[in-house]
């Protein structure tokens, strides 16, 4: 059974940084595309990073390029999120999502066919 668990969520100031985990077991984490997704209340959930662990390949959305990092830990099957200079417009849960991977042309699909998904962790920023 795949299952995906994500951790290391909380409350911050504005300008902070935390990092995400997702912890991935029942499937082989090179094989899949692993993104981080977020929404927040009464809004459409939105894909920010993704990668493909075998190739090491990510896709960053526009709001988070530059302050998001995306890695992985294959030997760990841990798929990590590092966020930093958190605004107040980054409170949200987060969550990880995945599906097979199939190379790294068009990253940014991924975050439309994800076939698995974790129960997500709350990050919350303050001014």
């Known amino acids: 059974e795949v299952q995906l668990v994500e951790s290391g969520g909380g409350l911050v100031q504005a300008g902070e940084s935390l990092r995400l985990s997702c912890i991935g077991s029942g499937f082989a984490l090179e094989a899949y595309a692993i993104g981080w997704f977020r929404q927040v209340p009464g809004k459409e959930r939105e894909g920010i990073a993704c990668i493909g662990p075998s190739d090491g390949s990510t896709y960053y959305d526009d709001s988070v390029k530059g302050r998001f990092t995306i890695s992985s830990d294959n030997a760990k099957g841990t798929v990590y999120l590092q966020m930093n200079s958190l605004t107040p417009e980054d409170t949200a849960t987060y969550y990880c999502?995945?599906?097979?991977?199939?190379?790294?042309?068009?990253?940014?699909?991924?975050?439309?066919?994800?076939?698995?998904w974790g129960k997500g962790t709350l990050v919350t920023v303050s001014s």
């Open positions: 999502a995945a599906t097979r991977y199939t190379g790294n042309y068009y990253m940014r699909s991924y975050f439309y066919g994800m076939d698995y």
